[in-house]
């Protein structure tokens, strides 16, 4: 349910507290609605059930990209909400003994929304790996701006948090599809230092020459500071797995001759430099949503996070990416700084520039 006025949105949401069969509540809202904080707390006083999600840069609903409004989306399934602050991101132990699951012992899906600015994004998604394991599916982005400033934008039950994470623990399977179509133009490249989400030094020379130097051979185009953003976004670094595609990590800003990235790349790794068109995007955002689909499961609510950065990157053209996102039903979601998930029984990771596509069953 798409809303554009916070006041039809309270209606609706004060009218389900009396819907038995509506166990939960996703929430999520476009950043550019500009809504007071304190219309917002009022806004989730009204709820008395299990409810996450959050703010993020804009939203998927209707099948349509909406840069404003709010997408209520109500849940058939017990969850268990769980939330996670900076003072205790590793502390994640007491959700195996949760009561709402402990006919399975431990949850099947787990969806997770987290500030995409938290300096403790990566511990948290770690450990809650760690904790939970490969057999559970996983399903969040990262909330926040455009702006790249950090603000309470997630939501958990009655509270917004900002220095942290909120986890929903579903005893329902998703299905997951994870790709995002672009290929890598150079060798392995080894990442010798980093600072946070920062990479300073490439194959032991400064990060930002290494780069220029494959963009320039393949773009014939000569990378600077003040272009950097326009250019880069066709040029992200892909991160080196074993058994699976290359994570993508999306850089955004040079300076002192390193390499600013949304997302962290550990030292030590391999990456490659990827390019891509809206061709190759196009296809992976097909494959995403091949591979989410569950001829077994009936009556299947589809939800669709797709990173910003693919927005920027295609323009006018990810209308066409919204077309095959619509494919076996209108897409619900959000456009995201991040993309959580786990395709295939694979390791959780952090994705940048990818399209997620998860359906589960319905009750």
């Given amino acids: 349910m ?12 004060s009218a389900l ?31 008395n059930k299990p409810l996450l999600g959050g703010i993020f840069p804009e939203l998927i609903a209707n099948g349509e990209r909406q840069n404003t409004g709010f997408l ?6 017990d969850i268990k909400v769980v939330t996670f602050q900076q ?3 590793a502390s994640i132990s007491k959700i195996q003994s949760d009561e709402v699951l402990e006919s399975e012992g431990q949850a099947k899906s787990v969806f997770c929304f987290v500030n995409a600015l938290w300096t403790g994004k990566n511990t948290f998604i770690n450990t809650l790996y760690n904790e939970l394991g490969p057999m559970v599916n996983y399903l969040g982005g990262g909330a926040g701006s455009l702006s790249f400033t950090s603000f309470p934008c997630v939501f958990a039950n009655q509270s917004i948090i900002e220095h942290g994470a909120v986890i929903g623990l579903m005893n329902t399977p998703f299905s ?26 490439l194959n032991w020379k400064p990060a930002f020459e290494v780069y220029k130097a494959h963009v320039k051979e393949h773009a014939n ?82 939800f669709c996070i797709d990173c910003i950065s693919r ?13 095959l996102l619509n494919t076996q039903q209108e ?16 390791a959780l990771e952090l994705f940048n520039k990818t399209v997620v596509v998860a359906q589960w069953e319905d009750k």
């Fill in 311 to 323: 927005v920027l990157f295609m323009q006018e053209d990810f209308s066409q990416e919204l077309q």
């Fill in 221 to 302: 185009q000569t990378l600077t500071a003040d272009n950097f953003f326009d250019v880069a976004k066709a040029y992200p670094l892909g991160l080196l797995r074993l058994d699976d595609e290359m994570i993508i990590r999306d850089p955004y800003a040079t300076s002192e001759g390193h390499l600013h990235i949304v997302d962290q790349v550990p030292e030590g790794d391999y990456i490659r430099i990827m390019h891509g068109n809206t061709t190759s995007l196009l296809e992976g955002a097909r494959l995403a949503v091949v591979a989410s689909q569950n001829p077994d499961e009936k009556n299947n609510t589809q």
């Fill in 87 to 89: 003072e205790n991101a």
């Fill in 331 to 346: 897409a619900q979601g959000i456009l995201s700084i991040g993309e959580i998930a786990n395709p295939a029984q694979t």
């Fill in 176 to 201: 997951i599809g994870v790709a995002h179509g672009w290929h890598a133009i150079s060798e392995p490249i080894k990442v010798t230092e980093t600072q946070g989400n920062t990479i300073v030094s």
């Fill in 17 to 47: 507290q009396q819907e038995t069969s509506v166990k939960a509540l996703l929430l999520l809202m476009a950043d550019a609605q500009e809504t007071e904080p304190s219309e917002l707390q009022s806004l989730l006083s009204l709820n």
């Fill in 2 to 13: 798409f809303f554009t006025e916070i006041s039809d949105l309270k209606k609706t949401l």
């Fill in 72 to 77: 209520l989306m109500p849940l058939h399934h």
